[in-house]
């Protein structure tokens, strides 16, 4: 290949003459995304189209699959260089020749706005347009919240905006986004037939910023007040939603070029919010933790037939996960009933969804087709993958996987969905523990993403890398966790957990607790999620883990004495809350608060108010230690696995990032000094991690640890 073949077979932006046409292919992987390299190309391409008397019009299409995949997420947080794609995109509305967009794969944010500064637009099926900024902290800062609504009206502008949803071809031409649905699946070919077409019939260049959806008329007036009051009550701490609603408001308000500035003025202010950079950061780290090695990427393998051991809700929400991924599933159980208990638990999850109309009958006929079940272990002998979700007793635990050791296949996966026991022990009760490794799913487990990948010592580099392909296969964000008790989340939890209980001890009432958390942008607090998931199971942990309680430690007996009453919460209709007549949203109940001070007498504590500010900073400071220990103890990899885990399954706010990029945005120094001020009263539990002692020292953050995997 010559310099100039191999400077032009890797140019982001390729052009190609096709007789009046100018062929324009943006081949920038993994997503076309419009980095700099790519914008500068386009901007060559205009002027080609300018001043190329041969050229009649202008196609834009992506290579790879994808049309632009948007900005270039990476960018954000850096100095920004020009051409910017809003620039770009004026120049080619106003152009004076043709320019269409072919659509194939994904046209999303700044992608899509390109497309819309095209004169037409023409999708292939299976395309997937959107402007889904307001996930990432942004709204569509290149023409999007101005021609959007122009395109398409108010009202299904706002949708797209705030909900950022994909849509199809089909959808997109209903709609008037784009004008023709192209046939063959090849964008550049069915792309070139239309502009020939319309260079035919001599139709002239059609600015998007001259369409005429906007009326400014009462609907539109009410489609914007309705957006409003929905972002108030939905998204109340969120800054971009709101913005979006003020920039599709100045559509209606202002001229073209006076709405232009003030997108860009709201733009920028989404850019240097803090919540942009906390939502790209989770973005990018849910694509971290969910990778094993490059170089054990191409280990995994096959798993087409996967056996589940127990029927409960979480065998049965396993399977229905593993069912919903189009593979065959055994479940076995240890008898006829418990088992024909775990079928129709299974039964009863598609039986709801073709009841609410989201799944057919016949749907539901083929998924269940792939359901097998036995009370026969030999029924798993062919399974590729072997999930146990029984008792939490290691005696069974042992028992079961000697019968699978005895009956599976060479090669065939052994996982356990144990929360906390020691799967160490339970591979090396086995012929094959480097077959043995733990798929902690979070109940409940066909709808949670978060799925710990508990790696044994013993473990094989290709039974992990399979582990993480079935989890894709599954749509989980896995994250890859070493063997303690409570792996990741739940020992972080049972941490964060002790430091509200002592601030309930020391005065805290349990509804300032939840209401500080709620206020930091978690939708329920620690007491709340402790009534909606059960205080028995918080108190059998408890049980269980008082023999090797430290004596020295601080224990507090509140959630005890509350659930020696049977208050476990919203399924027995009181817990910490009161649930009158089955509702969902409890009620603060004064024989809690009764109870919070009979133990504060009994334990010689006289109370002190606790603001919120305060029940912050302990709640947070305990999470955040303790998740640098759990970094520092090689349990997670890097403190991005620890925010993937607590986003993903334990309800923190996403457009904070995470614990430890929270923790870096507050600095770790400060979060240090909490912990060194808290310790004073309590040193037994307030013990700063080392590693945040020494990233203090060497003026480093966590971030700097979040090292891609070689
Ligand atoms: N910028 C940079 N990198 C990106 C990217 C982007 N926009 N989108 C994806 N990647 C990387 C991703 O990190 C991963 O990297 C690889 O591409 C494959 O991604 C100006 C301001 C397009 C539907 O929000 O939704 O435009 O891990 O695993 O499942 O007004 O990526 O391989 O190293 O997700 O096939 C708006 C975000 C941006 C779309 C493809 N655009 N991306 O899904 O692959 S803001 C978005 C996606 C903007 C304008 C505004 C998906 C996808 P790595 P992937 P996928």
Redesign the pocket.
């Known amino acids: 290949m010559t310099q100039a073949e191999s400077n032009r077979a890797y140019a982001p932006v390729q052009m190609e003459v096709h007789g009046p046409v100018l062929l324009v292919t943006i081949n920038h992987p ?2 076309n ?3 700099l390299p790519v914008r500068q190309g386009l901007a060559a391409a205009a002027d080609r189209l300018e001043q190329d008397p041969s050229i009649a019009a202008m196609l834009i299409v992506g290579g790879g699959g ?1 049309f632009v ?6 960018e ?1 947080g850096k100095p920004r260089q020009p051409p910017f ?2 620039d770009i995109c004026a120049r080619l509305e106003g152009a004076s020749k043709l320019v269409v967009a072919a659509i194939q794969g ?1 046209a ?4 899509l ?1 390109l497309a819309l500064s095209a004169h037409y637009r023409l999708a292939v099926d299976g395309a ?1 347009l959107g ?3 307001v ?2 902290g ?5 023409g ?1 919240t101005q021609r959007l609504p122009r395109l398409i009206g108010v009202s299904a502008a706002l949708d797209l905006m705030l909900t ?1 949803r ?1 849509i199809g071809a089909e959808e997109a031409l209903a709609l008037g986004l784009v004008d023709r649905i192209g046939k063959g699946g090849d964008a550049a070919k069915a792309g070139l037939t239309y502009v020939e077409e319309l260079l035919r019939a001599k139709t002239a260049p059609r600015p998007t910023r001259s369409a005429g959806a906007v009326r400014g008329d009462e609907q539109d007036l009410n489609a914007l007040a309705v957006a409003r009051e929905t972002q108030r009550k939905r998204s109340p701490l969120l800054l971009s939603p709101h913005l979006i609603v003020d920039a599709v408001e100045a559509s209606v308000r202002d001229s073209f070029d006076d709405a232009m500035v003030f997108e860009q003025r709201v ?1 920028q202010q989404c850019v240097d919010s803090p919540q942009r950079a906390g939502l790209i950061h989770a ?2 780290s849910e ?2 933790a969910t ?1 094993v090695p490059e170089a054990d990427r191409g280990k995994a393998r096959p798993i087409e037939q996967v056996g589940v051991v127990g029927g409960g809700t979480m065998g049965a929400g396993i399977a229905v996960a593993a069912l919903n991924a189009d593979l065959r599933v055994t479940l076995l159980e240890r008898d006829a009933g418990s088992l024909a208990r775990g079928v129709e638990r299974i039964e009863n999850v598609y039986a709801d969804l073709v009841a609410k109309g989201r799944m057919t009958p016949e749907g539901r006929d083929a998924v269940l087709h792939r359901l097998t079940s036995s009370t026969e272990y030999a029924a798993l002998g062919d399974s590729d993958l072997v999930i146990e979700a029984v008792f939490e007793d290691m005696a069974i635990k042992h028992a079961v996987f000697m019968e699978l050791d005895r009956v599976c296949k060479p090669g065939a996966l052994l996982a356990t969905n144990t929360s906390y026991l020691d799967i160490d022990e339970i591979a090396a009760r086995t012929s094959r523990p480097q077959d043995v490794i733990g798929l902690h799913f979070f109940a409940p487990a066909h709808v949670m993403r978060l799925l710990e990948v508990v790696v044994p010592r013993l473990a094989s580099a290709d039974a992990v890398a399979t582990a993480f392909a079935f989890a894709r296969r599954l749509k989980k964000v896995a994250v890859r966790a070493g063997v303690c008790d409570g792996f990741i989340g739940n020992r972080i939890l049972s941490v964060y957990r002790r430091a509200a209980d002592y601030m309930i001890e020391d005065g805290a009432s349990p509804y300032e607790i939840d209401e500080a958390l709620r206020s930091f942008g978690y939708p329920m607090g620690p007491l709340q999620v402790s009534d909606l998931s059960g205080g028995d199971i918080g108190w059998a942990t408890r049980k269980r883990q008082a023999a090797t309680r430290d004596p020295k430690q601080r224990y507090v007996q509140i959630a005890d004495r509350i659930a020696e009453r049977g208050w476990f919460g919203q399924k027995t209709g009181r817990g910490w809350y009161l649930y009158r007549d089955g509702a969902r949203v409890g009620q603060p109940d004064p024989e809690v608060l009764a109870i919070v001070d009979e133990e504060r007498k009994r334990a010689g504590i006289t109370p002190r108010p606790f603001k919120p500010e305060e029940i912050l900073r302990r709640y947070l400071a305990a999470m955040i230690n303790e998740g640098a220990n759990v970094v520092h103890e090689g349990i997670a990899l890097r403190p991005l696995d620890v925010d993937v885990v607590f986003v993903h399954g334990f309800g923190f706010p996403r457009f904070r990032g995470g614990p430890m990029f929270y923790a870096d945005s507050q600095g770790l120094g400060s979060i240090l000094a909490d912990i060194e001020t808290f310790a004073k009263e309590d040193p037994a539990f307030w013990r700063p991690s080392p590693l945040l002692v020494e990233l203090v020292r060497e003026g480093r953050n966590f971030a700097s640890l979040n090292t ?1 995997l070689a």
Request: aromatic share 10%.
């Open positions: 993994p997503v995304a419009l980095g994808n995949g948007g900005a270039d997420i990476r954000f794609v809003r994904a999303l944010g700044g992608g706005e997937r402007l889904p900024e996930l990432l942004l709204l569509p800062g290149s999007g950022g994909h733009f973005f990018f694509r971290q990778k891609a």
